[in-house]
């Protein structure tokens, strides 16, 4: 428990520091996290005994940053469609790659690779304080929700969530979570954001922030079933792996960039 604290202590501080800088040293943190949970995700899938693209899909991770810069959203479609041609290509020359090789490197390049382009879109928002706002009332909501979800589950819960994906998870810390997660998120929000719209509207994306944020982890659980692990990676001590960390941000971080978009016309 000692070493899981002292190292969920670490990544806020780290974190903390990247928001302080901002500009190219988020950015550059945000790239090197998605190379980081890129290659969990390409490890995780290799326990299937299944050879898949690892150069495209590396490929795919390195240019999402620049074509999201220079030509956003459409760039992206582009470089999705690129991606999926090459990995065609790569099938038809080389005889030790299956169809199952393009289905599984598809899905790397979408989980984690199409949530974290919207991690990349956040980093983009020209006022500093509507990014750190962005940033923060997502990460209050979904890491308030897991904290307050963990607690309340192992203090209250007695009703299994989804007892096949994750065990551990109860009905309990699921509703603990999800308020938890949200009055922090709002609490942000009232004293602390840049408001461009009623308070209701921020009300609304809290809790659907605090709720969805619960189906990113158990998301990610189900793919550690599917794949037979434990843990994404080992890189955090106690923690697992950077995607065990920030499943369940990057699962809502598209809520997050449309909400932007529509209130403050980013």
């Excluded at 030509?71 to 041609?85: D, E, K, Q, R, S």
């Excluded at 955090?236 to 809520?255: A, T, Y």
Aim: with cysteine; proline share 3%.
């Amino acid at each position: 428990m000692l070493k899981r604290i002292i190292s969920g202590i670490v990544v806020i501080l780290l974190f903390a520091a990247l928001l302080i800088l901002k500009g190219t040293y988020l950015k550059v943190g945000i790239v090197l996290m998605g190379l980081i949970c890129q290659y969990e995700m390409i490890n995780t899938i290799k326990k299937k005994d299944v050879r898949i693209m690892e150069i495209p899909i590396y490929l795919f991770a390195l240019l999402m940053m620049p074509v999201l810069h220079l030509a956003g959203i459409t760039g992206l479609f582009v470089l999705y469609a690129v991606t999926f041609m090459l990995f065609v290509i790569v099938r038809v020359f080389n005889e030790r790659y299956t169809y199952e090789s393009i289905i599984y490197s598809i899905l790397a390049v979408f989980y984690p690779g199409l949530f974290l382009a919207f991690a990349y879109l956040i980093t983009l928002i020209p006022d500093d304080q509507i990014l750190i706002d962005a940033v923060l009332i997502t990460v209050l909501a979904a890491s308030g929700s897991d904290t307050f979800a963990y607690f309340t589950g192992r203090f209250l819960g007695k009703h299994k969530l989804a007892p096949k994906i994750s065990p551990n998870k109860t009905v309990e810390g699921a509703v603990g979570g999800l308020v938890g997660g949200a009055i922090l998120s709002l609490l942000y929000v009232l004293f602390f954001a840049h408001r461009a719209t009623g308070i209701l509207w921020y009300m609304l994306l809290a809790v659907l922030l605090a709720l969805l944020s619960q189906f990113g982890d158990l998301a990610a659980s189900l793919a550690k079933r599917y794949f037979g692990i434990k843990d994404f990676g080992k890189i955090i001590p106690g923690h697992g792996g950077i995607l065990d960390r920030v499943c369940s941000i990057i699962f809502v971080l598209p809520l997050t960039y449309g909400f932007i978009k529509l209130f403050y016309g980013i």
